[in-house]
Every structure is written in structure tokens, then in C-alpha cells.
């Protein structure tokens, strides 16, 4: 494999449209903040299906998110934290969480993202430290799909090409690659083998460091992809920026990246010719 392109990228705003502008190099967790806290025992389960809020929603009919895990967030004080410390606490759990619902770790290179919902602040003061982790899907746009089906063991069987990542512009090179459609002309696919780097309660690594523990990686996990080596398609990657890594985006996502667009897909190619 031939050449490599690198990226990290920095924290983006909270907001839904900044975040998923730039899915694959912006973290993605957003947070709901309900206005009157439920008890415990009014809490979604694990499987089952809400909107934006904590409505149970039958998961045969359109919905928008998909309750992972519910659990506690741990380690903050009396006073109410700031939206940086809850989602420090949270979001490392729900993104773990993510990767056991989904049967692989391989989400941080598709639409699905981790989302997390917390207490109230009147909810905080009564003592409720529950979190709510949920998986979304989102479009290329950046809203949320409503989907009819489960996501649960989705990465574990064939799903991952249904909400695979696809870029118009280098993954490497362009700070918002354009994340489209896949059966739109693009440039770059993401790649089964999102790389690990490291635990989001380590120093966050610098940009040398990443490059040296994706440029193997990423290289064979695009020729698997591909299925040969090839002078048209070369491995680039990126990975989440300082800010990102305490929140739990600890990984560099790869990207089989074509020397010019085209239309179809690069999985399998092996040795013919690039689509057109």
C-alpha cells in the first residue's frame, strides 16, 4: 500500500449539526438534558426503543434511538457538574457500552453514534446519578434515522455496510471530509478495524505517535478491505483531537482512500478496474 494520509481532528460545539458534520473526526455524543427527571423505575431498559427523550417507543415502529445500557455516573460531586465533567463521566461508559450492544468496535467508522442522557438539575439535587446510554443512527446530513429495526449484534453480522462511512474529500487532508451517502459518488470508505490507541484515562497521544500506530494498521486493514494492494487506493485515517480523548474517542478510524471519486464500492475490488 502506498502512501498514507493523517488527521486528527479537535473538539467541535455540543451541537447536533457541528458534530456530525464531521462524523468521522468529531465525537459524537450528544446530550439530552430532560426537563423532569424520572425515578429509576421509570428509566428505559437496555433494548428498548425511545425517541429524543425516554419515551419507550415499540422498536417495530420508527424511532430514533436505542437504549444500550443504563448505569450510574460516578466520581462527581453534591453540586450539579458542568455539561464537560458529565460528559466525561458519561460518555466513556456509553461508548463501551455501544461497542457490547453492537457486537463490535468498529462503530467509530459508521452513522451509529453513542449518545447519553443524564438527570436534571433538580433531578441532581434529589440525588439521581443515573445515566441513559443510547445508539443513533445518523444521515449523511445529520439527522437522526428512524429506524424499524433493532441495532443490537448489527456490527456482529453483515450490517456494517449499511451505515458504513463514506467521504467526498480526503479523511487525511480535508478538515470536513463530507460524509455522503455511499451509493453517492465519494473519494474514501471506512474500513472494518477502527485502531484503538490507548485508554481515555491516559495522555492523549500526539499526532507522531497516532501516525506511527495507524500507518501499519490502517495499511493492512485497507488491503484486506480491498483485497490487493493497488496503486489507485491507499490507506488514511483519523483519529479524535485532546479534547475528545478524556470524553473516550481513544480511536483512529481507517479509510481505503481512491486517487479520485467514483461510484460503487471498494470492498472486494481485488485487482480490477476503479468505479467509474
Known sequence: MKGWRAAVVALAALSLAACTAQVPGVPDGEVVRPSLTPTADQLPKAGQCTDTGLAVLDCKTEHEAEVTEVGLVDGLGAEYPNDRDLRRAALPACRAALTKYLGSPDHDATRLQAHALWPSRDGWAKGDRWRVCTVVE????????????????????????????????????AKDPGITACDQPHKAEAVPGVL????????????????????????????????????????????????AWSEGYTSAVCYAEATRPFTGRLWGLGKNALPA
Not at 147 to 162: E, I, N, P, Y
Not at 206 to 218: G, P, R, W, Y
Open 196 to 243: 484503538a490507541l490507548g485508554s481515555h484515562q491516559e495522555p492523549t497521544p500526539s499526532l507522531d505517535q497516532v501516525n506511527a500506530k495507524a500507518a501499519e494498521h490502517c495499511a493492512k486493514a485497507v488491503t484486506n478491505y480491498v483485497g490487493a494492494q493497488r496503486e489507485d487506493v491507499f490507506a488514511s485515517w483519523r483519529a479524535f483531537g485532546s479534547l
Open 138 to 173: 445518523l444521515k449523511p446530513d445529520g439527522t437522526r434515522v428512524r429506524r424499524k429495526t433493532s441495532a443490537k449484534d448489527l456490527l456482529k453480522a453483515a450490517g456494517f455496510g449499511t451505515v458504513q462511512l463514506c467521504a467526498t474529500a480526503s479523511p487525511g487532508e
